[in-house]
């Protein structure tokens, strides 16, 4: 289920920082489902590996429409922030005060990459009661947003 949860908020994230004009929530649930799907797969032999696509499916596009529809723009430019002037290993903590989640945002390592920097990280979301670790790659594009690998 973390496996799910962190390739969502990943492709989330990216979606998100990269300014994506689709609605938040539908565009969540589609790649949660995806991604929740493609871990199904590498679960169980036969029936048992059909169930668990299934299941996989359906709990990654629950998770991730959740995920997605609770980061709105402020978390989009926090994230952003973050990436852009804190130094690695420092902690951006913040708390949206229309969704009531709260995040920890750690970029952890920062290198170069095609001439474009980068920076590896870590976040918690803390949302309805639960605690998801998030981890991910984004490199800046010559547009000066942040993409994740």
Same mark, same amino acid.
């Given at each position: *289920?973390?496996? &799910?949860?962190?390739?969502?908020?990943?492709?989330?994230?990216?979606?998100?920082? =990269?300014?994506?004009?689709?609605?938040? !929530? @539908? *565009?969540?649930?589609?790649?949660?489902?995806? &991604?929740?799907? &493609?871990?199904?797969?590498? &679960?169980?032999?036969?029936?048992?590996?059909? =169930?668990?696509?299934?299941?996989?499916?359906?709990?990654?596009?629950?998770?991730?429409?959740?995920?997605?529809? /609770?980061?709105?723009?402020?978390? #989009?430019?926090? =994230?952003?922030?973050?990436?852009? $002037?804190?130094? @690695?290993? #420092?902690?951006?903590?913040?708390?949206?005060?229309? $969704?009531?989640?709260?995040?920890?945002?750690?970029?952890?390592? $920062?290198?170069?990459?095609?001439? !474009?920097?980068? #920076?590896?990280?870590? *976040?918690?979301?803390? *949302? /309805?009661?639960?605690?998801?670790?998030? $981890?991910?790659?984004?490199?800046?594009?010559?547009?000066?947003?942040?993409?994740? !690998?």
């Amino acid at each position: *289920m973390n496996k &799910v949860i962190t390739l969502f908020s990943i492709a989330s994230l990216s979606l998100a920082v =990269a300014g994506c004009s689709l609605d938040k !929530q @539908t *565009m969540g649930t589609g790649v949660g489902g995806a &991604v929740g799907g &493609v871990l199904g797969a590498q &679960v169980g032999d036969g029936s048992g590996k059909t =169930a668990a696509i299934i299941g996989g499916t359906l709990l990654g596009a629950i998770i991730g429409g959740k995920i997605g529809a /609770d980061m709105d723009e402020l978390d #989009r430019r926090r =994230a952003a922030d973050t990436l852009e $002037t804190y130094p @690695t290993g #420092r902690t951006n903590t913040w708390q949206n005060p229309d $969704t009531g989640a709260s995040y920890d945002f750690t970029p952890t390592r $920062t290198y170069n990459t095609s001439g !474009q920097p980068c #920076r590896e990280y870590d *976040m918690e979301v803390f *949302m /309805d009661g639960r605690r998801e670790v998030v $981890t991910g790659t984004a490199c800046r594009n010559s547009r000066g947003e942040w993409v994740n !690998q």
